[in-house]
């Protein structure tokens, strides 16, 4: 019986630490912080977090279909609004956002 309850308490525990672990990397996950234009490394690549407004005289083969969506750099869901991109560690960037590191999505 004593065997029982032991093991009983340290599946509880176990999968509690689970649960929590979970939280904790997702709430991590929404707390980086959103690219800004302005950022030095964000300037260098010519990031928008609209893909309608790159310029289009500096990237002639930009087009409006290119997104960090469907960029293949892109760490999230397509229908996500923003996510992780590896040029830009510790920021996430917007879904309809783009760069001139764009790969096309495999």
Same mark, same amino acid.
């Given at each position: 019986?004593?065997?029982?309850?032991?093991?009983? %308490? $340290? $599946?509880?525990?176990?999968?509690?630490?689970? @649960?929590?672990?979970?939280?904790?990397?997702? #709430?991590?996950? $929404?707390?980086?912080?959103?690219?800004?234009?302005?950022d030095?490394?964000?300037?260098?690549?010519?990031?928008?977090?609209? #893909? #309608?407004?790159?310029?289009?005289?500096?990237?002639?083969?930009?087009? %409006?279909?290119?997104?960090?969506? %469907? =960029?293949?750099?892109?760490?999230?869901? @397509? #229908?996500?609004?923003?996510?992780? =991109?590896?040029?830009?560690?510790?920021?996430?960037?917007?879904?309809?956002?783009w760069?001139? @590191?764009?790969?096309?999505?495999?």
């Open positions: 019986m004593e065997f029982q309850v032991k093991l009983t %308490n $340290r $599946r509880v525990f176990m999968m509690t630490l689970a @649960a929590g672990s979970s939280v904790l990397a997702a #709430t991590a996950a $929404r707390a980086q912080t959103k690219l800004d234009e302005k030095p490394q964000a300037v260098a690549l010519g990031y928008v977090a609209d #893909t #309608t407004k790159a310029d289009a005289k500096k990237f002639p083969k930009h087009s %409006n279909d290119q997104k960090c969506t %469907n =960029c293949q750099l892109f760490q999230g869901k @397509a #229908t996500d609004a923003t996510g992780g =991109c590896p040029l830009f560690a510790g920021k996430v960037v917007a879904g309809p956002g760069c001139s @590191a764009w790969v096309k999505k495999a």
